[in-house]
C-alpha cells in the first residue's frame, strides 16, 4: 500500500517566477491537507482540499493557491516566488477531512 | 485559536535514559492532540495521538504521551532512550470538529549521547 507521495523531490527557482508542486493521497484517502515548512520550524498549514474544494485556508497570500483532482491528487502552486518561499512543502492525506493525517516526504523549494 | 508550545527547543539524554519533551496545548475546545517525529531530510510520522478517549496514549517505537486536561499539558515520554531515536518531535492540536487545521509546536529536536 503506497503512502502519500510527492514530486518532485527537490525544485530550484528563480525569484518572480511560477512553481506547481504535486501530491498523491495514501491509497483510500480523500482529502489533501498543505503544509509549509521553512528551516528550523514547524510545519504551517496553507490549506486543505477536500470533494475538490478548498475548505481551510491558512494565513497565507493568494500568491499560493491549489486544486484537488478528481482522483483526490493534488496540486499547490505558487505565483510570483520570494526568497521567503524557500521551504519544506509537505503534503498529508486522511480519509475524511477530520481524519488523522498522513504526511508524504516533501519537497524542498529553493528559490534563488 | 489553537496553539502548542513545546519547552526546549533541544533536548539531550544519554542512551537508557528516560526521554521527556515536553508540550502545553492551547483550545477553546477540548482537541485533539498528536506527536510526530521528524527524521532529518523526511516527511513526519505520526508517533501517537488523543482524541478524548484514554488519557494515557501508546504509540510506536515505546513512545506514550499522558493528557492532563487540568495542565493543558501533552508530554511524550519513553522510559529508556535509544540511539535511533535521535530525531526532531512535533507537538500538535487540531479542533476535533469540522475540517481539521492542524497546528504544529516549532519542534524539539532529540540527541541520544551513547
Known amino acids: 500500500d503506497a503512502g502519500v507521495t510527492q514530486s518532485p523531490t527537490h525544485l530550484i527557482k528563480t525569484r518572480g517566477q511560477q512553481v506547481t508542486l504535486r501530491c498523491s493521497p495514501k491509497s483510500g484517502h480523500d482529502t489533501v491537507s498543505w503544509y509549509q515548512q521553512a528551516l528550523g520550524q514547524g510545519p504551517q498549514f496553507i490549506f486543505q482540499y477536500y470533494e475538490e474544494e478548498e475548505r481551510q485556508r491558512g494565513n497565507f497570500p493568494d500568491r499560493f493557491s491549489g486544486h484537488q483532482f478528481p482522483n483526490y491528487s493534488s496540486e499547490l502552486n505558487v505565483n510570483a516566488l520570494l526568497l521567503g518561499d524557500s521551504a519544506l512543502y509537505l503534503c498529508?492525506?486522511?480519509?475524511?477531512?477530520?481524519?488523522?493525517?498522513?504526511f508524504g516526504p516533501g519537497t524542498r523549494l529553493t528559490v534563488l | 485559536a489553537q496553539s502548542v508550545t513545546q519547552l526546549g527547543s533541544h533536548v539531550s539524554v544519554s542512551e537508557g535514559a528516560l526521554v521527556l519533551l515536553r508540550c502545553n496545548y492551547s483550545?477553546?475546545?477540548?482537541?485533539?492532540l498528536f506527536w510526530y517525529v521528524q527524521y532529518p531530510n523526511q516527511g513526519l510520522q505520526l508517533l501517537l495521538k488523543?482524541?478524548?478517549?484514554?488519557?494515557l496514549v501508546k504509540g510506536i517505537n515505546g513512545f506514550e504521551a499522558e493528557f492532563k486536561k487540568s495542565e493543558t499539558s501533552f508530554h511524550l515520554t519513553k522510559p529508556s532512550a535509544h540511539m535511533s531515536d535521535a530525531a526532531e518531535y512535533f507537538c500538535a492540536v487540531s479542533d476535533p470538529g469540522g475540517y481539521q487545521k492542524v497546528t504544529f509546536g516549532t519542534g524539539t529536536k532529540l540527541q541520544v549521547i551513547p
Open positions: 498529508a492525506s486522511s480519509l475524511g477531512a477530520a481524519d488523522t493525517q498522513y
Open positions: 483550545s477553546s475546545v477540548p482537541p485533539y
Open positions: 488523543y482524541t478524548s478517549a484514554a488519557t
